[in-house]
Protein backbone atom coordinates (compact mmCIF):
# COMPACT_ATOMS: atom_id res chain seq x y z
CA UNK A 1 0.00 0.00 0.00
CA UNK A 2 2.57 2.39 0.96
CA UNK A 3 4.45 1.43 -2.02
CA UNK A 4 1.74 2.34 -4.34
CA UNK A 5 1.17 5.48 -2.18
CA UNK A 6 4.57 6.39 -3.31
CA UNK A 7 4.26 4.99 -6.90
CA UNK A 8 1.20 7.73 -7.28
CA UNK A 9 3.41 10.30 -5.55
CA UNK A 10 6.51 9.71 -7.69
CA UNK A 11 4.51 9.84 -11.22
CA UNK A 12 2.77 12.93 -9.96
CA UNK A 13 6.46 14.05 -9.28
CA UNK A 14 7.88 13.26 -13.07
CA UNK A 15 4.41 15.19 -14.47
CA UNK A 16 4.74 18.18 -12.16
CA UNK A 17 8.64 18.36 -13.56
CA UNK A 18 7.51 17.92 -17.39
CA UNK A 19 4.67 20.60 -16.62
CA UNK A 20 7.26 22.80 -15.43
CA UNK A 21 9.21 22.72 -18.96
CA UNK A 22 5.81 22.37 -20.90
CA UNK A 23 5.20 26.09 -19.33
CA UNK A 24 8.12 27.28 -20.01
CA UNK A 25 7.88 25.81 -23.56
CA UNK A 26 4.53 26.71 -24.17
CA UNK A 27 5.46 30.45 -22.67
CA UNK A 28 8.19 30.98 -25.13
CA UNK A 29 6.24 29.89 -27.98
CA UNK A 30 3.42 32.54 -27.56
CA UNK A 31 6.41 34.68 -27.49
CA UNK A 32 7.54 34.08 -30.93
CA UNK A 33 4.25 33.69 -32.32
CA UNK A 34 3.35 36.92 -31.37
CA UNK A 35 6.58 38.62 -32.13
CA UNK A 36 5.74 36.97 -35.62
CA UNK A 37 2.52 38.21 -35.98
CA UNK A 38 3.59 41.75 -35.00
CA UNK A 39 6.39 42.26 -37.25
CA UNK A 40 4.46 40.77 -40.52
CA UNK A 41 1.64 43.23 -39.53
CA UNK A 42 4.46 45.90 -40.06
CA UNK A 43 3.37 46.94 -43.41
CA UNK A 44 5.49 49.55 -45.57
CA UNK A 45 3.22 52.06 -47.25
CA UNK A 46 3.47 51.88 -50.95
CA UNK A 47 4.56 54.88 -52.82
CA UNK A 48 3.33 56.42 -56.28
CA UNK A 49 5.70 58.10 -58.40
CA UNK A 50 4.55 60.47 -60.90
CA UNK A 51 7.44 61.71 -63.59
CA UNK A 52 6.78 64.37 -66.26
CA UNK A 53 9.60 64.64 -68.82
CA UNK A 54 10.26 68.34 -70.63
CA UNK A 55 8.60 67.32 -73.64
CA UNK A 56 5.34 66.82 -71.62
CA UNK A 57 5.11 62.81 -71.55
CA UNK A 58 4.01 61.47 -68.15
CA UNK A 59 4.90 58.18 -66.78
CA UNK A 60 3.78 57.20 -63.19
CA UNK A 61 4.00 53.67 -61.65
CA UNK A 62 3.26 52.46 -58.15
CA UNK A 63 5.30 50.75 -56.21
CA UNK A 64 5.49 48.18 -53.17
CA UNK A 65 8.73 47.52 -52.25
CA UNK A 66 11.26 49.22 -49.97
CA UNK A 67 13.79 50.35 -52.68
CA UNK A 68 13.31 52.14 -55.66
CA UNK A 69 16.07 53.61 -58.31
CA UNK A 70 15.60 55.92 -60.87
CA UNK A 71 17.67 56.57 -64.11
CA UNK A 72 18.63 56.15 -67.39
CA UNK A 73 19.45 52.48 -66.98
CA UNK A 74 16.77 49.91 -68.26
CA UNK A 75 17.38 48.05 -65.92
CA UNK A 76 16.30 51.11 -63.11
CA UNK A 77 12.90 49.93 -61.27
CA UNK A 78 11.80 53.42 -63.11
CA UNK A 79 13.32 53.60 -66.26
CA UNK A 80 13.25 57.65 -67.81
CA UNK A 81 14.68 58.23 -70.90
CA UNK A 82 16.10 61.48 -70.40
CA UNK A 83 19.70 62.28 -71.48
CA UNK A 84 20.10 65.46 -68.94
CA UNK A 85 19.47 61.94 -66.03
CA UNK A 86 22.26 59.92 -65.05
CA UNK A 87 22.24 55.67 -65.32
CA UNK A 88 21.47 55.53 -62.13
CA UNK A 89 20.30 58.96 -60.42
CA UNK A 90 18.59 58.67 -57.46
CA UNK A 91 17.40 56.00 -54.98
CA UNK A 92 13.75 56.17 -53.24
CA UNK A 93 14.05 53.60 -50.13
CA UNK A 94 11.71 52.96 -47.10
CA UNK A 95 13.45 52.76 -43.42
CA UNK A 96 12.62 54.24 -40.01
CA UNK A 97 9.18 54.15 -40.91
CA UNK A 98 9.86 56.92 -43.60
CA UNK A 99 10.13 57.22 -47.63
CA UNK A 100 14.52 58.52 -47.97
CA UNK A 101 15.42 60.46 -51.42
CA UNK A 102 18.88 60.00 -52.22
CA UNK A 103 20.99 60.88 -54.59
CA UNK A 104 23.20 58.46 -56.38
CA UNK A 105 26.51 60.85 -56.77
CA UNK A 106 24.46 62.09 -60.85
CA UNK A 107 26.21 64.07 -62.71
CA UNK A 108 23.53 67.05 -63.26
CA UNK A 109 22.22 66.65 -59.41
CA UNK A 110 18.29 66.01 -58.05
CA UNK A 111 16.65 68.97 -56.60
CA UNK A 112 13.76 69.57 -54.21
CA UNK A 113 12.72 73.11 -55.35
CA UNK A 114 16.37 74.97 -55.33
CA UNK A 115 17.98 73.23 -53.51
CA UNK A 116 20.06 70.65 -54.22
CA UNK A 117 19.80 66.86 -52.48
CA UNK A 118 23.29 66.14 -51.03
CA UNK A 119 22.01 64.11 -48.24
CA UNK A 120 19.34 61.59 -47.59
CA UNK A 121 15.83 63.46 -47.30
CA UNK A 122 12.68 62.25 -46.13
CA UNK A 123 10.26 62.23 -48.66
CA UNK A 124 6.43 62.99 -48.12
CA UNK A 125 3.20 62.65 -50.31
CA UNK A 126 3.08 65.01 -52.93
CA UNK A 127 6.88 66.00 -52.69
CA UNK A 128 7.88 67.21 -55.94
CA UNK A 129 12.03 66.45 -57.14
CA UNK A 130 14.05 67.37 -60.08
CA UNK A 131 16.60 64.71 -61.65
CA UNK A 132 17.54 66.44 -65.69
CA UNK A 133 14.81 67.89 -67.17
CA UNK A 134 12.18 65.17 -65.59
CA UNK A 135 10.33 66.43 -62.63
CA UNK A 136 8.85 63.57 -60.00
CA UNK A 137 5.63 64.09 -57.93
CA UNK A 138 5.77 61.49 -55.05
CA UNK A 139 2.29 59.80 -53.35
CA UNK A 140 2.89 57.72 -50.51
CA UNK A 141 -0.17 55.41 -49.39
CA UNK A 142 -2.10 55.97 -46.37
CA UNK A 143 -1.34 53.05 -43.73
CA UNK A 144 -2.61 52.68 -40.26
CA UNK A 145 -0.35 55.02 -38.26
CA UNK A 146 -0.69 52.30 -35.31
CA UNK A 147 1.05 49.21 -37.53
CA UNK A 148 3.55 52.31 -38.48
CA UNK A 149 4.87 52.45 -35.05
CA UNK B 1 2.86 39.16 -18.06
CA UNK B 2 6.43 38.47 -17.21
CA UNK B 3 4.90 37.65 -13.24
CA UNK B 4 2.18 36.24 -14.22
CA UNK B 5 4.75 32.92 -16.34
CA UNK B 6 6.89 33.56 -13.26
CA UNK B 7 4.38 33.46 -10.88
CA UNK B 8 3.04 29.89 -12.55
CA UNK B 9 6.03 28.22 -12.92
CA UNK B 10 6.81 28.71 -9.33
CA UNK B 11 3.84 27.69 -8.40
CA UNK B 12 4.52 24.44 -10.36
CA UNK B 13 8.07 24.14 -8.84
CA UNK B 14 6.17 24.42 -5.43
CA UNK B 15 4.46 21.49 -6.11
CA UNK B 16 7.05 19.89 -7.56
CA UNK B 17 8.99 20.36 -4.22
CA UNK B 18 5.80 19.15 -2.08
CA UNK B 19 5.40 16.06 -3.62
CA UNK B 20 9.57 15.24 -3.59
CA UNK B 21 9.61 16.32 0.67
CA UNK B 22 6.56 13.95 0.68
CA UNK B 23 7.89 11.08 -0.84
CA UNK B 24 11.06 11.63 1.18
CA UNK B 25 9.39 11.63 4.57
CA UNK B 26 6.91 8.55 3.81
CA UNK B 27 9.99 6.89 1.97
CA UNK B 28 11.40 4.59 5.74
CA UNK B 29 7.43 3.92 5.38
CA UNK B 30 7.83 2.11 1.82
CA UNK B 31 11.19 0.77 2.78
CA UNK B 32 9.67 -1.40 5.97
CA UNK B 33 6.53 -2.08 4.27
CA UNK B 34 4.51 -1.17 6.99
CA UNK B 35 2.80 2.41 8.09
CA UNK B 36 4.36 1.97 11.77
CA UNK B 37 7.86 3.52 11.31
CA UNK B 38 9.61 6.76 12.54
CA UNK B 39 9.16 9.26 9.93
CA UNK B 40 11.62 11.58 8.59
CA UNK B 41 10.52 15.78 9.23
CA UNK B 42 13.25 17.75 8.95
CA UNK B 43 13.41 18.09 5.17
CA UNK B 44 10.19 20.26 6.25
CA UNK B 45 12.52 22.35 7.13
CA UNK B 46 13.86 22.86 3.91
CA UNK B 47 11.04 23.27 2.25
CA UNK B 48 9.96 25.72 4.37
CA UNK B 49 12.97 27.79 4.12
CA UNK B 50 12.75 27.24 0.26
CA UNK B 51 9.22 28.26 0.53
CA UNK B 52 10.27 31.59 2.25
CA UNK B 53 13.47 32.53 0.31
CA UNK B 54 11.89 32.10 -3.13
CA UNK B 55 8.50 33.97 -2.14
CA UNK B 56 10.72 37.10 -0.85
CA UNK B 57 12.63 36.74 -3.67
CA UNK B 58 9.63 36.21 -6.47
CA UNK B 59 7.90 39.32 -3.87
CA UNK B 60 11.10 41.62 -4.86
CA UNK B 61 11.82 41.01 -8.04
CA UNK B 62 8.25 41.74 -9.92
CA UNK B 63 8.10 44.09 -7.86
CA UNK B 64 11.10 46.08 -8.17
CA UNK B 65 12.57 44.21 -11.76
CA UNK B 66 8.76 43.91 -14.15
CA UNK B 67 11.58 43.58 -17.15
CA UNK B 68 13.61 40.82 -15.70
CA UNK B 69 13.55 36.90 -17.25
CA UNK B 70 10.67 35.28 -16.26
CA UNK B 71 12.46 31.71 -16.94
CA UNK B 72 15.69 32.58 -15.51
CA UNK B 73 14.26 32.94 -11.32
CA UNK B 74 12.18 29.96 -11.66
CA UNK B 75 14.84 27.49 -13.04
CA UNK B 76 17.15 28.47 -10.46
CA UNK B 77 14.85 27.95 -7.84
CA UNK B 78 13.70 24.05 -9.07
CA UNK B 79 16.98 23.23 -9.45
CA UNK B 80 18.39 25.15 -5.65
CA UNK B 81 15.35 23.49 -4.46
CA UNK B 82 15.87 19.44 -5.87
CA UNK B 83 19.42 19.76 -4.70
CA UNK B 84 18.57 20.98 -1.37
CA UNK B 85 16.09 17.84 -0.77
CA UNK B 86 18.34 15.87 -2.60
CA UNK B 87 21.18 16.70 -0.65
CA UNK B 88 18.75 16.51 2.70
CA UNK B 89 17.57 13.23 1.94
CA UNK B 90 20.93 12.40 1.69
CA UNK B 91 22.52 13.43 5.17
CA UNK B 92 20.46 16.04 6.69
CA UNK B 93 23.50 17.44 8.43
CA UNK B 94 25.13 18.37 4.74
CA UNK B 95 21.62 19.48 4.07
CA UNK B 96 21.84 21.93 7.06
CA UNK B 97 24.72 23.45 5.62
CA UNK B 98 23.25 23.41 1.62
CA UNK B 99 20.42 25.47 3.21
CA UNK B 100 22.85 27.66 5.22
CA UNK B 101 24.43 28.29 1.62
CA UNK B 102 20.59 28.81 -0.17
CA UNK B 103 19.99 31.82 2.04
CA UNK B 104 22.75 33.60 2.11
CA UNK B 105 22.92 33.17 -1.93
CA UNK B 106 19.27 33.96 -2.19
CA UNK B 107 19.91 36.98 0.51
CA UNK B 108 22.26 38.50 -1.82
CA UNK B 109 19.92 37.72 -4.86
CA UNK B 110 16.90 39.81 -2.82
CA UNK B 111 19.47 42.50 -1.77
CA UNK B 112 20.77 42.99 -5.34
CA UNK B 113 16.98 43.68 -6.38
CA UNK B 114 17.11 46.89 -4.37
CA UNK B 115 20.16 48.34 -5.88
CA UNK B 116 20.13 51.33 -8.42
CA UNK B 117 23.36 50.19 -10.47
CA UNK B 118 25.00 46.57 -10.71
CA UNK B 119 27.95 48.44 -12.51
CA UNK B 120 30.02 47.59 -9.63
CA UNK B 121 29.49 43.83 -10.13
CA UNK B 122 31.77 44.93 -13.69
CA UNK B 123 33.95 46.74 -12.51
CA UNK B 124 34.96 44.71 -9.55
CA UNK B 125 34.66 41.26 -10.75
CA UNK B 126 37.80 39.72 -10.03
CA UNK B 127 38.16 40.85 -6.61
CA UNK B 128 34.19 39.48 -5.95
CA UNK B 129 35.44 36.45 -7.82
CA UNK B 130 38.55 35.74 -5.50
CA UNK B 131 36.38 36.75 -2.22
CA UNK B 132 33.75 34.10 -3.31
CA UNK B 133 36.36 31.17 -4.04
CA UNK B 134 37.74 31.84 -0.42
CA UNK B 135 34.39 31.65 1.29
CA UNK B 136 33.78 28.32 -0.88
CA UNK B 137 36.60 27.24 0.49
CA UNK B 138 36.87 28.32 4.81
CA UNK B 139 32.90 26.66 5.03
Known sequence: MTALL???????????LYAFLWRIFLTLWQDLKQQGEFLSSQKKPGIHIHAVMENGKDIQHRFIQSEVTIGRDPNC??????????????????HHTQWWLEDLNSTNGTFIGKSQVTVPTVLITSDQFRCGG?????LVDLVDAKLLN | MNKITQSRLLQITAVFLFLQTLIITLSPAVRARTWDVDYRLT???ALGLWGLFVARAHYDITRKLPDADPYLFP???????????TIWRLDPNFGARQALWFGVSSSVLIAGTRLASIDFL???????????TFLSRSL
Open chain 1, 77 to 94: DFPVMDEAISAHHVRISY
Open chain 2, 122 to 132: RRYKYILLTCG
Open chain 2, 75 to 85: AAALISGWGLL
Open chain 1, 134 to 138: TSFTI
Open chain 2, 43 to 45: QWI
Open chain 1, 6 to 16: VLILRVALAIA
